[in-house]
């Protein structure tokens, strides 16, 4: 028997010490100089310090999800039936969808957000894909173009000032230069449409314009009809390229016609586009991560092998990159969407959520006027959709989080959807008493 049974020879005592001091002493590659500490999302460390915060009376204005008058998230009635009837068909099952999505889903999506009749629709000339839901198809559109839009001189995507906060992370990921042009007026909190216009019209031609199809997010404020058709000349004159993005369809007005019109204006005109659709906010499906995304040619005699190119590459960015999208919110809004009972009554139940904004909106107006707050706030009435830009600076806001425990973004958007009958005078007071102290 060997003397050294039962325990470990030298040699290998030695290696075991070189292997922990190596293991011990490995430097990554991975350095602060290489991965620099990336800052929380402002959002989500804001909703964070709200949960954490232990005030009887504290209010979150700044989530972008719709809230009842009991602050309570909301399952649309429609959805509940739906989800119903899935669950009872038999033949339900987990099978990968193809990879432009469920097909009954993508057609009426389409149709939704372009119309029944749209020419687009009828010639063909349009190719939809499901996505995860509107950052999805941003974020697919954002791909394609950077891929295959010809920018011979490098043109840049333009943004409203001020924007989403994804939209600069979503294209700035797929490398496209980012530019702005005026869109809020921080004097009238209205629409600067002339600043609008002439940094639009300045752009190098053929540079890519991201436009909100409606209920503009961060400010509430959109154009009107006639400022869309003065748009839609400069925009043909100069050859861009119309890239919209629509979370509110239906959600903004309560009527899904309206809140279409100036993508479907864009269309009727001739132009080629393509839109990003999420049904996030109109369906109450935040979680689901149900969208679309809709390529629309430009009509012409080719235009029906336009669009299967672009499909074609569509498919093989979307395959690479999901492969294929998540099925329960899409079977969901389909069945809403292709039932012509569940689609009025899936109607109503948009008119509830965006009346009871604007009746939010109207009282907080009111409650702020009868306080004789300093400045106008007839824009909290004439903004519209989920959120609205108050006025209220960094300063001021910071300091209504400390002493009234109400919490909003930096730039003083604030959800309507968190105001409530319950706390929308006690906003408006603390509002008044930050305006008078700042």
């Not at 040699?11 to 190596?22: F, Q, V, Y």
């Not at 039936?81 to 469920?102: M, S, T, V, W």
């Amino acid at each position: 028997m060997s003397s050294h049974s039962g325990s470990s020879s030298p040699s290998k005592t030695r290696l075991a010490n070189i292997t922990d001091h190596m293991a011990s002493s490995t430097p990554t590659v991975f350095s602060a100089d290489n991965v620099p500490q990336a800052p929380e999302d402002p959002l989500f460390s804001l909703m964070a310090a709200y949960r954490k915060d232990t005030f009887d009376k504290k209010v979150d204005l700044g989530i972008g999800a719709y809230r009842d008058d009991n602050a309570k998230p909301w399952v649309l009635p429609v959805v509940k039936q739906a989800d119903e009837r899935l669950r009872k068909d038999p033949n339900l099952n987990h099978e990968y969808l193809p990879i432009a999505g469920l097909a009954e889903f993508t057609s009426a999506a389409q149709k939704l957000m372009l119309g029944a009749d749209s020419p687009a629709v009828k010639e063909k000339r349009v190719v939809s894909f499901q996505t995860i839901s509107g950052t999805g198809a941003v974020h697919l559109g954002a791909l394609f173009l950077t891929k295959f839009y010809p920018r011979s001189t490098n043109q840049a995507v333009y943004f409203s000032s001020p924007t989403w906060a994804n939209h600069n992370q979503i294209f700035s990921n797929v490398r496209l230069p980012i530019k702005v042009y005026p869109y809020f007026s921080a004097e009238s909190k209205g629409l600067d449409f002339p600043g609008m216009k002439s940094t639009i019209e300045e752009a190098p031609e053929g540079s890519i314009m991201l436009l909100h199809a409606c209920a503009h997010n961060p400010t509430g404020v959109d154009p009107t009809g006639e400022q869309w058709k003065e748009l839609a000349i400069i925009i043909r004159a100069k050859k861009h390229f119309p890239f919209f993005d629509c979370a509110y369809q239906g959600f903004a007005s309560g009527d899904l016609e309206n809140d279409a019109w100036a993508a479907r204006y864009f269309v009727e005109q001739g132009f080629e586009l393509c839109i990003a659709q999420s049904f996030a906010k109109n369906f109450g499906l935040y979680g689901e991560r149900a969208g679309a995304f809709h390529f629309v040619t430009g009509p012409g005699t080719d235009a029906h092998n336009t669009i299967g190119r672009i499909g074609s590459q569509l498919a093989i960015l979307q395959r690479s990159e999901i492969s294929n999208p998540p099925a329960y919110g899409a079977r969901i809004a389909s069945l809403v969407l292709n039932d012509p009972a569940l689609f009025q009554e899936w109607e109503a139940n948009l008119r509830t959520m965006s009346g009871r904004i604007k009746e939010m909106r109207k009282a907080l107006r009111d409650h702020l006027e009868t306080l004789e707050t300093p400045g106008s706030w007839k824009h909290i009435t004439e903004q519209i959709g989920m959120f609205s830009f108050t006025g209220l600076t960094e300063k001021q806001v910071l300091k209504i989080r400390e002493d009234a425990h109400v919490y909003m973004t930096k730039n003083g958007r604030i959800s309507m959807a968190g105001l409530n009958t319950g706390n929308v005078e006690y906003v408006a007071q603390a509002m008044n008493k930050v305006v008078r102290e700042t």
